[in-house]
């Protein structure tokens, strides 16, 4: 578990990584701004979780090896942006798999510090989603995330709330895998079948 | 005082919630995002206040309460909104009176962890004000609050000081409702008067 | 060092108040935002700073000298807008000292909560930028950080990455004296010049 764990996470950080620095790149930001926005949608969500819970210096001021993933990621986006522009689908699948993952992490996070089920999925959701909210924010733009056609944070919390039943019934690590496999392809299956939330207008 | 108090508190968190599922209805989101802005103006800040003084997991974290209070309250917005939206004077009485308990609390807040009063003040500003702010950048426009006609955060700095002043003379207990009843009151007279700050241009 | 310290940390606390209240003005917010957007700007890097290692309540909660100074400075900034406007190069010049301070100040707080190099390096950028970037994104605006013409953030990080070289083999305030002295060189020289970062599109 723990290396299949690290890869995907490692996977997932890239993914993100690339998202914010191609956003950045359609809004014509400098190469400063491009690496930026990069580091922020890789770690805004986990940020976010660890200052709301209190667990500091924030997890990627610790571990050096994220840091320096997400500059690599950044530079090859930029040198090679026309050969990863095309890898659209590769791309989405990472993404989604960093969605599933990062919520899991989250929920975990949260098991850690006592909080109650419901709390831990908000956890999972924001560490999965808050990434992109905050590169949404810094691109002067209503975060993605309220309105965008397909499931995105809704994935995240059916699969917490699904880990919380089977954790009664199953073994941690086993419940780990079902949810981040169900989370991504909630996911995946939203956007293939154009799945989308209702809008309510006031 | 105490039972008083908590009511109070559950009537500002639900004007709040209201709010933002309003302010977000209006923006056209989804669902998702209708709950994630009524939770936002909620509880933002006072999630601010607690991670400024390092008060952490912050408190909607360890209160199952608050959250569920929320959630029904959105869920109720968005099934009734053509009943709620003609009671706009009463929405506005819990709005105010909310913004008067959330100040006093979070002021209390900054005493208890040694805060000297001109901070104290400032920390119930936020506790009571920045919801609204949160809200206002996640639907990118600049917050209502550095530029809205009334007087607001006015309000929480004069009840502020005047706390901090009456506290010398009286009991707590009843500076803490003074101080409610005069944010509330200086709040409601400047909407009805239309009182509003100078504004600057450079 | 501790007293010219102190006051380039003052001036750069000064410039910094002065440079929000004067956006604020510029969009026509009242008093209120105005005296807001002076205190983010000032203090918003050293918050998010303290906030990510866990350093609370934040620095400008436990010192009351510097809230004052920057209320001073924005009153002053209001009444006698039309003789500040003129001192555009002074300004510039003390923000460009602020920004050599904040950086080394945010470096030398990475290192006392013993994180690695390249992570005090980038909390010491966040410490002298991120006020900037605050301010930015309360006006709705994508922060000039990120696409500005000029050198700004990139100065810090050169100047932080020469500071632990050098530490290697000079006394600790010579280091400090000289990265200050650096960052804010090549704030200015890049200004002078018209240097700028190249500019990313997908």
Redesign the interface.
Same mark, same amino acid.
Not at 25 to 30: E, G, T, V, Y
Not at 137 to 143: A, C, F, K, Q, R
Not at 196 to 202: E, G, H, R, T, V
């Given at each position: 578990m723990v290396n299949i764990s690290a890869i995907i996470e490692i996977s997932g950080t890239v993914a993100f990584a690339i998202s914010g620095a191609?956003s950045?790149?359609?809004?014509?930001?400098? %190469?400063?701004?491009?690496l930026?926005?990069g580091f922020v949608t890789a770690i805004g969500g986990g940020?976010i979780r660890d #200052?709301?819970?209190?667990d500091?210096?924030?997890a990627?001021?610790?571990d050096?090896q994220t840091?320096l993933i997400i500059l690599g990621t950044v530079v090859a986006t930029?040198l090679f942006?026309k050969y990863i522009?095309p890898l659209k689908v590769t791309l989405f699948l990472f993404d989604a798999l960093g969605l599933g993952l990062f919520t899991v992490i989250g929920i975990q996070k949260g098991i850690n %510090?006592g909080?109650?089920p419901?709390?831990c999925v908000?956890?999972g959701t924001i560490t999965g989603c808050f990434g992109g #909210?905050v590169r949404d924010?810094?691109?002067?733009?209503?975060?993605l995330?309220?309105?965008?056609k397909e499931i995105?944070?809704?994935a995240c919390i059916i699969g917490g709330a699904i880990y919380f039943l089977l954790l009664e019934i199953l073994d941690a690590n086993v419940v780990k895998v079902i949810a981040v496999t169900l989370i991504c392809g909630i996911r995946i299956i939203s956007v293939k079948r154009n799945w989308?939330?209702?809008?309510?207008?006031?």
């Open positions: 191609f950045a790149m359609q809004k014509r930001l400098d %190469v400063f701004g491009v930026i926005m940020t #200052v709301l819970i209190g500091t210096p924030v990627w001021m610790r050096f840091p930029i942006k522009k %510090v909080l109650n419901g709390i908000a956890l #909210v924010i810094l691109l002067n733009e209503i975060p995330l309220f309105h965008k995105y944070a809704t989308s939330l209702p809008q309510i207008d006031a």
